[in-house]
């Protein structure tokens, strides 16, 4: 038996089922494992296997789950009537190269490995059809391997249609498969739906096969979760656990300190550097990209972001669409939102929100302030219950404050405003006009104090 190359490799995968049992609007395979949906999980690793082409067979919900794939570089195929798996490949195969070695996958199965994947096209070869097999647990609802007295695979019996001896069998289908496909568009052509459920079963085609004195390799696995195939929600979330803990496991691997690996989600693309501490109850979202030796707390969220080597977030931090540079501190219960720019040894501190804003090395907005649409020089201090007042109902408008300016606390800057260098806010202040540098501003009433003044009393 030979390999083929892979660039004669073409791939199918099956996405057209509704999905009654999610009891959901959205097509199945458009439910999220990791942050990605089911399906983009089996087209990131059919690209993976440097496929010639991908086809994605749609029915239900199609044009929504076309639109989800806009960009992607795969082609489509509208199965219109449910009527089985056979069929529906069958939908695919006029796009499908009559010298490639083609492969079966399923929009719902998001987890199968794209090593377990080549060990299967291996078997396959130029003469052979290769099926993926699953030594179950509990086999109830899947198909039964069927062997004969040497142990030969001879047929795919469905548990509709098996016997009870048949039932007892704990190899099952995972109705991935592989073979040439000039082979299969001829075996497809001659599949019957004479069964319980009326319909074309793509696994009818091992018994042609042995027929055609074809034959019929497989591959046995023991990893359930890898080929579990999504059909409702307490799936999905078993298959989200086991996801996350393959993804803490690597992580561990590569030197990773998780306090509890079971509480440590990954819903995109992480990257750590060395000697990074995990605390409980986190969550990386999007692309995420971690310095060396940066310390994390617990219950922080941190979505398309940097962190520089040797920073610090505090516990109950939200960070998203930030760029932390080494030596910040953030938190605890900040927010950093989209824009926010830390340079080097600058500080975020509880309760301080910023969006749209830079901080320039060594800065410090404390606690209980916001700082949007402002660029901070180098060693500015925000004072507690400082804002900028930077919209007025329509427009975004510009604070700019230079280097070691000194915020007093509850200070409302109004944009647009310019604090020049070495200048500083009295606390309590309302500023709006520009600050000449190294000049003191002080923005307030002045105070009062009324001799002889009684507090009302009750009647």
């Not at 749609?58 to 082609?75: D, L, W, Y």
């Not at 995972?174 to 568009?185: C, H, K, P, Q, W």
């Not at 060594?362 to 930077?390: M, P």
């Amino acid at each position: 038996m030979s390999s083929s190359p892979v660039s004669s490799l073409d791939v199918i995968i099956l996405a057209a089922g509704k999905g009654k049992r999610m009891h959901s609007d959205i097509p199945k395979v458009l439910h999220k494992v990791g942050g990605r949906s089911l399906l983009a999980h089996v087209v990131d690793t059919a690209l993976s296997l440097d496929a010639a082409a991908v086809h994605v067979v749609v029915g239900h919900e199609a044009e929504q789950i076309r639109t989800a794939f806009e960009s992607a570089p795969v082609g489509w195929a509208l199965q219109a009537e449910q009527l089985g798996t056979g069929h529906a490949v069958a939908q695919a195969m006029p796009n499908v190269r009559d010298d490639a070695l083609l492969l079966v996958l399923y929009g719902d199965v998001p987890l199968i490995q794209a090593e377990t994947l080549r060990q299967l096209l291996a078997k396959a070869g130029d003469d052979a059809l290769a099926v993926l097999t699953l030594n179950s647990t509990d086999p109830h609802g899947l198909g039964r391997i069927l062997r004969d007295a040497e142990g030969r695979a001879i047929a795919i019996v469905e548990e509709k249609d098996a016997t009870t001896e048949q039932r007892a069998i704990k190899e099952t289908n995972s109705g991935i498969m592989a073979v040439r496909s000039a082979t299969l568009r001829q075996w497809l052509g001659r599949l019957k739906n004479d069964n319980a459920q009326g319909e074309y079963y793509l696994t009818d085609i091992v018994g042609l096969a042995v027929a055609d004195g074809v034959a019929v390799e497989t591959l046995r696995i023991d990893d359930e979760l890898e080929v579990l195939g999504v059909n409702n929600k307490a799936q999905l979330a078993q298959l989200e656990r086991h996801y996350q803990r393959r993804m803490a496991e690597r992580f561990l691997e590569a030197g990773v300190t998780l306090a509890d690996p079971s509480r440590f989600d990954v819903r995109g693309e992480l990257t750590c550097g060395r000697d990074v501490e995990v605390d409980i109850n986190c969550i990386f979202e999007g692309k995420v990209v971690i310095g060396n030796r940066v310390r994390i707390g617990p219950n922080v969220c941190i979505k398309n972001a940097v962190i520089g080597d040797h920073a610090v977030i505090h516990a109950n931090s939200h960070i998203d669409g930030a760029q932390v540079a080494e030596h910040c501190a953030v938190g605890p219960f900040a927010r950093l939102r989209p824009g926010t720019v830390l340079n080097t040894g600058s500080k975020i501190g509880n309760f301080v929100e910023t969006k749209k804003a830079t901080l320039g090395a060594g800065s410090k907005v404390n606690h209980l302030s916001y700082v949007g649409d402002a660029t901070l020089g180098r060693d500015v201090n925000i004072g507690a219950g400082t804002i900028t007042c930077n919209y007025d109902g329509v427009n975004k408008f510009e604070t700019r404050i230079e280097d070691n300016v000194f915020v007093g606390s509850n200070t409302a800057l109004v944009a647009p405003v310019k604090i020049g260098e070495n200048a500083t806010i009295g606390a309590g202040s309302t500023i709006t006009g520009d600050v000449p540098g190294e000049h003191l501003a002080i923005a307030r009433g002045r105070q009062r104090n009324i001799e002889g003044w009684k507090k009302p009393t009750r009647k």
